[in-house]
Protein backbone atom coordinates (compact mmCIF):
# COMPACT_ATOMS: atom_id res chain seq x y z
CA UNK A 1 0.00 0.00 0.00
CA UNK A 2 1.26 3.51 -0.56
CA UNK A 3 -0.33 6.62 1.49
CA UNK A 4 -0.39 9.83 -0.58
CA UNK A 5 -1.02 13.09 1.03
CA UNK A 6 -1.30 16.49 -1.00
CA UNK A 7 -0.76 19.91 -0.14
CA UNK A 8 -0.45 23.43 -1.46
CA UNK A 9 -3.30 24.45 -3.04
CA UNK A 10 -5.13 27.56 -2.72
CA UNK A 11 -6.42 30.60 -4.76
CA UNK A 12 -4.74 32.38 -6.96
CA UNK A 13 -5.07 34.76 -9.56
CA UNK A 14 -4.20 34.39 -13.15
CA UNK A 15 -0.60 34.56 -14.22
CA UNK A 16 0.02 33.65 -10.53
CA UNK A 17 1.88 30.87 -8.88
CA UNK A 18 1.61 27.56 -6.94
CA UNK A 19 3.47 24.94 -5.53
CA UNK A 20 2.20 21.91 -5.03
CA UNK A 21 3.50 19.04 -2.42
CA UNK A 22 2.94 15.79 -2.26
CA UNK A 23 4.65 13.53 0.45
CA UNK A 24 4.51 9.77 0.04
CA UNK A 25 4.44 6.92 2.58
CA UNK A 26 4.03 3.01 2.88
CA UNK A 27 5.73 0.66 -0.01
CA UNK A 28 9.33 1.84 -0.87
CA UNK A 29 8.57 5.05 -2.48
CA UNK A 30 11.97 4.99 -5.27
CA UNK A 31 11.15 2.14 -7.22
CA UNK A 32 7.72 3.74 -9.00
CA UNK A 33 7.02 6.33 -10.75
CA UNK A 34 4.71 9.58 -9.20
CA UNK A 35 2.38 12.11 -10.96
CA UNK A 36 -0.14 14.97 -11.41
CA UNK A 37 -3.37 14.88 -12.21
CA UNK A 38 -6.30 17.22 -12.50
CA UNK A 39 -10.30 17.65 -12.57
CA UNK A 40 -12.53 20.28 -13.19
CA UNK A 41 -16.20 20.53 -12.44
CA UNK A 42 -18.03 18.97 -15.45
CA UNK A 43 -14.61 17.02 -17.07
CA UNK A 44 -13.03 13.82 -16.53
CA UNK A 45 -9.80 13.89 -14.39
CA UNK A 46 -6.89 14.45 -16.99
CA UNK A 47 -2.97 14.32 -17.02
CA UNK A 48 -1.35 16.65 -16.00
CA UNK A 49 2.47 15.33 -15.84
CA UNK A 50 4.34 12.44 -14.74
CA UNK A 51 8.32 11.56 -13.52
CA UNK A 52 10.00 8.48 -13.11
CA UNK A 53 11.99 6.57 -9.90
CA UNK A 54 15.11 8.13 -11.13
CA UNK A 55 13.94 11.71 -12.58
CA UNK A 56 15.31 10.74 -15.70
CA UNK A 57 12.16 10.83 -17.83
CA UNK A 58 9.58 13.68 -17.16
CA UNK A 59 6.11 13.88 -19.40
CA UNK A 60 4.00 16.98 -19.21
CA UNK A 61 0.21 17.20 -21.13
CA UNK A 62 0.57 19.53 -23.69
CA UNK A 63 -1.73 22.18 -21.72
CA UNK A 64 1.08 22.86 -19.35
CA UNK A 65 4.67 22.54 -21.00
CA UNK A 66 7.00 25.55 -20.13
CA UNK A 67 4.80 25.99 -17.31
CA UNK A 68 4.21 23.38 -15.02
CA UNK A 69 7.58 21.61 -13.72
CA UNK A 70 7.26 18.74 -11.43
CA UNK A 71 10.24 17.61 -9.45
CA UNK A 72 10.91 14.62 -6.48
CA UNK A 73 12.76 13.99 -3.09
CA UNK A 74 13.23 10.68 -2.85
CA UNK A 75 14.81 11.43 0.82
CA UNK A 76 11.92 13.26 1.79
CA UNK A 77 9.52 10.67 -0.28
CA UNK A 78 7.75 13.63 -1.67
CA UNK A 79 6.57 14.45 -5.47
CA UNK A 80 6.02 18.40 -6.64
CA UNK A 81 4.67 20.35 -9.02
CA UNK A 82 5.29 23.85 -9.66
CA UNK A 83 2.91 25.87 -11.28
CA UNK A 84 3.93 29.21 -13.19
CA UNK A 85 2.12 31.45 -15.27
CA UNK A 86 -1.76 29.95 -14.30
CA UNK A 87 -4.60 30.45 -16.19
CA UNK A 88 -8.53 30.00 -15.65
CA UNK A 89 -8.51 26.47 -17.06
CA UNK A 90 -6.15 25.32 -14.65
CA UNK A 91 -8.90 25.73 -11.97
CA UNK A 92 -9.39 21.80 -11.06
CA UNK A 93 -8.84 19.56 -8.10
CA UNK A 94 -5.28 18.06 -8.41
CA UNK A 95 -4.39 14.61 -7.46
CA UNK A 96 -1.43 12.84 -6.59
CA UNK A 97 -0.70 9.76 -7.49
CA UNK A 98 1.74 6.72 -7.95
CA UNK A 99 2.29 4.42 -10.95
CA UNK A 100 3.25 1.05 -8.70
CA UNK A 101 0.99 -1.49 -11.24
CA UNK A 102 -1.00 1.48 -13.07
CA UNK A 103 -1.90 4.91 -11.68
CA UNK A 104 -3.32 2.65 -8.82
CA UNK A 105 -2.43 4.63 -5.85
CA UNK A 106 -3.87 8.52 -5.37
CA UNK A 107 -4.32 11.26 -2.83
CA UNK A 108 -6.97 13.01 -1.42
CA UNK A 109 -6.85 16.07 -4.22
CA UNK A 110 -6.18 19.69 -3.27
CA UNK A 111 -8.03 22.13 -4.85
CA UNK A 112 -6.90 25.14 -7.22
CA UNK A 113 -8.57 28.40 -8.07
CA UNK A 114 -7.19 30.65 -10.80
CA UNK A 115 -9.11 34.01 -10.53
CA UNK A 116 -9.14 36.87 -12.86
Known amino acids: QVQLVESGGGLVQAGGSLRLSCAAS????????MGWFRQAPGKEREFVAA????????DYADSVKGRFTISRNNAKNTVSLQMNSLKLEDTAVYYC?????????WGQGTQVTVSA
Open 97 to 105: AADVSSWDF
Open 51 to 58: ISWSGGRI
Open 26 to 33: GRTYSSYR
